[in-house]
């Protein structure tokens, strides 16, 4: 009798063993997540900028429709510092489950060029999700101090006066900076360079007359330029702005070298899973779609257009490329 219980109880021990090892090698099978319906929980949204600028408004507008598509919690950190690489740099360590996002600009292409050191690939450690829309920079001079109509004759007046024009930039290394120096070096011309803590403060230089033209974003000055006391001469975009159709662009001028549009865009770290990367695009696409954000983001004079992110990729490699040869030839370095 205590043989054939024995024996029974055996014969349960395995049969329980069996079915441990048979949940083991399913769960063990299932995809990462699959146990877990995504989004679960808040998700965050890394702005690489201080709050209350544009880019801090684009990244909590992102967040705001992007939490409505998830079912879930954005919550917007902002991370600023290095010209947004610090912000970057935690989002290409961050755990790549999809809970951790980040607005990223062109400038994540530039600093990679600018800064060897820096800790991230701009092409390889960011899966992009969403395209968010793009400003151009424009060729901007005060009428009260160089009263010119278009950018032919601030050329000739440059070049009748060697060294005499100053222009203004956001800093060494910023993309006025670099954008400057490539039309300055495409036109031939000799002009000093005055770089300044951020675009506001070159604008209030260029509105004092302590410099004579700079090249910024229209986000930055489109009251001033509606008003008369900025005059708006050309625009980087690959077209006209938005809020300005007859700014007419580099290269519609016959410009070479000019044409770039600043673009926004919203990444997950790179090895996120698939799954969640098509959830993510799916619910980025419904966004990008819906006319009360595209009126949001037009009314900060970023213009927002349909590019999936097999483009976008695309896009950026192209951009990488521009940047590049910009930097080799203006020899823009940080130290």
Request: charged residues 20%; positive net charge.
């Amino acid at each position: 009798m205590k043989n054939i219980v024995r024996n029974g109880m055996g014969r349960a021990c395995a049969l329980a063993a069996r079915a441990l090892v048979l949940a083991a090698a399913l769960f063990g099978a299932m995809p990462a997540g699959a146990a877990e319906e995504y989004p679960s929980r808040n998700l965050e949204l890394i702005v690489p900028y201080a709050p209350g600028g544009l880019l801090d408004v684009a990244g909590r507008l992102a967040a705001t429709y992007l939490a409505k598509e998830l079912g879930q919690p954005v919550v917007v950190r902002n991370v600023p510092g290095a010209g947004s690489t610090i912000g970057m740099v935690r989002l290409a360590k961050s755990k790549p489950d999809g809970y951790t996002l980040a607005l990223g600009s062109f400038g994540i292409l530039l600093n990679s060029r600018l800064r060897p050191d820096v800790e991230y690939d701009p092409l390889r450690s960011f899966a992009p999700i969403g395209y968010l829309g793009d400003q151009g920079f424009v060729l901007m001079v005060a009428p009260q101090h160089v009263d010119v109509a278009n950018v032919r004759e601030l050329v000739e007046r440059i070049k009748a006066k060697p060294g005499a024009f100053t222009y203004a930039s956001g800093g060494v290394g910023a993309p006025s900076h670099v954008l400057a120096e490539q039309f300055r070096l495409q036109q031939g011309l000799n002009m000093v360079h005055a770089p300044y803590q951020g675009q506001n403060p070159a604008i209030m230089a260029l509105l004092a007359g302590d410099v004579q033209l700079t090249l910024q974003t229209v986000a930055g000055a489109e009251d001033l330029i509606h008003s008369g006391r900025i005059r708006a001469l050309a625009s980087t975009g690959s077209e006209r702005p938005a809020a300005f159709p007859s700014v007419p662009t580099f290269k519609e001028l016959g410009i070479e070298g000019m044409a770039n549009d600043g673009w926004l865009a919203v990444f997950a770290p790179s090895g996120v899973s698939a799954p969640v990367k098509e959830k993510l695009r799916a619910a980025w696409a419904r966004v990008a779609r819906n006319d009360e954000f595209r009126q949001a983001l037009a009314k900060r004079a970023i213009q927002t257009r349909d590019v999936s992110p097999t483009q976008f990729e695309a896009m950026m490699a192209e951009d990488l490329k521009y940047w590049t040869e910009i930097l080799d030839k203006t020899r823009i370095t940080l130290n």
